[in-house]
């Protein structure tokens, strides 16, 4: 069994599928596993076959940003964090500029980070366990990969206001009716439903689609990457600030005095961000 966070895997009918493959941590970015994510997505760009299917294994998508691995590092946590959006927001610039159909397919806790990473996809199935939750703001942080350049184009600006300045979570349901995920199945279908819909795509007029989606996309990959650079810059200088560092502590040692849940994954109210 593979040790690697992040695999790929090229199906023979045409999809390339990039997988989030650390169940155990909810599949949470730490600095190995978003470099890993930055360098696995480079590789499903140099042969994205017809269509790119981004899922994730275990009950959550992606918890966002491993707090235990920001926590603790005192002066170093700026450039620590920095470090692990820098090669997160590498892979989201990457998927969003990708010229084949992106499928992307969300079951459990999509938080933080993983939201970003989520909207990438063309299209976006949603599981009924879905939980999307931005949290960054009640640890004292902002947002990264992304999500913050999105949502408003997503949602509208007065939605993405709301999500990312109260926290409010949204599932799946939720998500469909603010226009981020495209339709929520049940999740003992998702996996199978997603990868219906990335080989249909696969199979399709590939440069019909590709043309297609360069007209949606617009002029907006450069947009996107100048706003991923000033993510990185204010999320990595808040990290580095008191409030931020005493948040995260706390809110690791009141997770760690719940009872025993990891401090690193819950479904429904995930304890990790960026």
Not at 37 to 50: C, H, I, S
Not at 134 to 163: E, F, K, N, Q, V
Not at 181 to 193: C, F, H, N, Q
Request: hydrophobic fraction near 45%; charge should be negative; charged fraction near 25%.
């Amino acid at each position: 069994m593979s040790t690697e966070p992040v695999r790929v895997v090229h199906h023979p009918d045409g999809v390339v599928e990039l997988r989030l493959d650390d169940p155990e941590r909810g599949n949470a970015l730490d600095l190995r596993t978003a470099e890993a994510l930055r360098d696995r997505t480079a590789e499903v760009a140099a042969d994205p076959g017809g269509a790119v299917l981004v899922r994730s294994s275990g009950g959550a998508f992606c918890v966002g940003g491993d707090l235990r691995a920001f926590a603790g590092r005192g002066p170093e946590t700026g450039a620590y964090v920095h470090a692990v959006a820098s090669a997160a927001h590498a892979a989201v610039a990457t998927l969003y500029e990708l010229q084949v159909p992106v499928v992307t397919a969300v079951r459990g806790a999509a938080a933080g980070g993983g939201i970003g990473l989520a909207l990438t996809g063309d299209l976006l199935l949603a599981a009924r366990s879905a939980r999307f939750r931005l949290a960054y703001t009640a640890i004292g942080l902002t947002p990264d990969c992304g999500a913050s350049w999105l949502l408003p184009r997503l949602a509208g600006p007065r939605s993405a206001a709301d999500l990312i300045l109260t926290n409010r979570v949204l599932t799946g349901a939720d998500a469909e009716r603010y226009g981020l995920a495209t339709r929520v199945v049940d999740d003992e279908e998702l996996d199978t439903e997603a990868h219906r819909t990335a080989a249909e795509l696969a199979a399709g007029a590939g440069d019909a689609l590709r043309a297609a989606k360069a007209l949606l996309r617009g002029d907006g990959a450069g947009d996107l990457r100048r706003h991923l650079d000033r993510e990185a810059r204010l999320i990595a200088e808040l990290a580095d600030g008191r409030e931020a560092q005493d948040r995260m502590a706390s809110f690791l040692a009141a997770r760690a005095g719940a009872g025993g849940r990891s401090e690193r994954t819950a479904p429904r109210e995930p304890e990790s961000v960026s």
